[in-house]
C-alpha cells in the first residue's frame, strides 16, 4: 500500500465517519422534532382525555342539605350536569358520574359495582382504617386536628364513598370532583342563613394524593374566585381546607388518586335556591369549574 492510496483510506474513513455522525445528529433532531411535535399534538388534540369522574353529593337515601323545598341532592346533580355539559363538549376530558343527573339515581355502572363488589369494599375500607392506624402508631402520619367537625355518615353512606375511591384508585381517575352545597346549623333552618360563598377541601399534606389534588383545588379555586365569592364562614376563609377525615377526599388515605370536594356555595343562597336563578348560576359555577380544568390539566 503506497502512501497516496493510504491517505485516500484516511479520507475514505474520516468522510465515513463524518457521514455516520451527521445522519445521527439529522436523526437526533429530527426525533427531538418529531418528539416535540407530537407533544403539542397531544397538547392540543389530546388522544387520551383526561378522566374526572362526577360525584353529584349526597344521593335519595341520604340527601345531605334541604332548604325550604330543594334538596343538596338534586342541587348537586344539577350543577354536575352543566359540568358535564362542558366538559364533555371540549373533547379533552371523559367524563363519569356516579349519579344520573335527571333520575338522581346511581348510574348503573356504580350500582353494579357497589353491589357486585361488596366484600371487597369493605375490606378495601378496613385495610385502609388499619394502615392508618399503623401509621399513625409509628407516626408515620401524624394526626391533624379538623379543623371543622362535619357530620357523621351513616354505614351505608361511608360504605358508598369508600367504594367510589375505590371505583377512583382502580380506574386511575384524575381527578374525583365531589360536588356540594353547604349549609349550616342555625335555630330555623327555613330562614336565610348569614354566611354565603364557596370553599373546597382537600387531602391534608401528609396523604399521598395530596399534592396533586391541592394544585388542581388551586387552580378551581383561582377561577371559582372570579365568579363567586369565599366563604363568609370564618372557619372556611382561608378557602381551601385540608382534611384527614372526609372520606370523599381520601380519609385513612384512601385515595391514591387526586380528589376535591367543592362547597360551590350555601343553599339558601337566591342564586341556588331560587329555580329561575339557577339557570344562570349554575352554568356559571360550570364555567369556572371547566377553565380550572383546563388550566391546570392543559396550560402548565
Ligand atoms: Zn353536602
Request: aromatic share 12%; glycine share 6%; proline share 3%.
Amino acid at each position: 500500500m503506497n502512501i497516496v492510496s493510504k491517505k485516500n483510506l484516511e479520507l475514505l474513513i474520516f468522510i465515513i465517519a463524518l457521514a455516520l455522525l451527521s445522519w445521527a445528529g439529522f436523526n437526533y433532531f429530527t426525533k427531538n422534532l418529531e418528539e416535540q411535535i407530537s407533544t403539542e399534538i397531544s397538547f392540543n388534540h389530546s388522544d387520551d382525555p383526561k378522566l374526572i369522574l362526577l360525584v353529584p353529593g349526597h344521593d335519595h337515601e341520604s340527601y345531605g342539605g334541604k332548604f325550604r323545598e330543594l334538596k343538596e341532592e338534586q342541587l348537586t346533580r344539577e350543577l354536575a350536569r352543566e359540568i358535564a355539559k362542558l366538559l364533555e363538549a371540549d373533547g379533552r376530558f371523559k367524563i363519569v358520574t356516579t349519579r344520573d343527573f335527571e333520575t338522581g339515581d346511581y348510574t348503573d355502572e356504580f350500582s353494579d359495582f357497589f353491589a357486585s363488589s361488596e366484600t371487597q369494599i369493605i375490606h378495601f375500607k378496613e385495610s385502609a382504617k388499619k394502615a392508618m392506624s399503623a401509621l399513625l402508631a409509628t407516626g408515620g402520619i401524624v394526626r391533624e386536628e379538623a379543623v371543622i367537625e362535619h357530620n357523621l355518615v351513616t354505614a351505608d353512606t361511608g360504605f358508598r364513598l369508600y367504594g367510589i375511591n375505590k371505583w377512583a384508585n382502580d380506574k386511575k381517575v384524575d381527578l374525583a370532583l365531589h360536588i356540594h352545597f353547604n349549609d349550616y346549623p342555625r335555630d330555623d333552618m327555613k330562614v336565610v342563613g348569614k354566611y354565603v360563598g364557596f370553599a373546597m377541601y382537600v387531602p391534608e399534606d401528609q396523604f399521598g394524593n395530596s399534592q396533586t389534588s391541592q394544585d388542581i383545588a388551586q387552580k378551581l379555586y383561582n377561577s371559582l374566585d372570579n365568579v363567586t365569592a369565599t366563604s363568609t364562614f370564618p372557619l372556611e376563609s382561608g378557602g381551601i381546607i385540608k382534611s384527614q377525615d372526609l372520606i370523599a377526599v381520601g380519609a385513612n388515605n384512601s385515595q391514591t388518586h387526586p380528589a376535591v370536594l367543592v362547597e360551590y356555595g350555601y343553599m339558601y343562597e337566591p342564586d341556588y335556591y331560587i329555580a329561575d336563578r339557577r339557570t344562570k348560576s349554575l352554568p356559571r359555577l360550570a364555567r369556572a369549574t371547566h377553565k380550572g380544568l383546563v388550566d391546570y390539566f392543559y396550560k402548565k
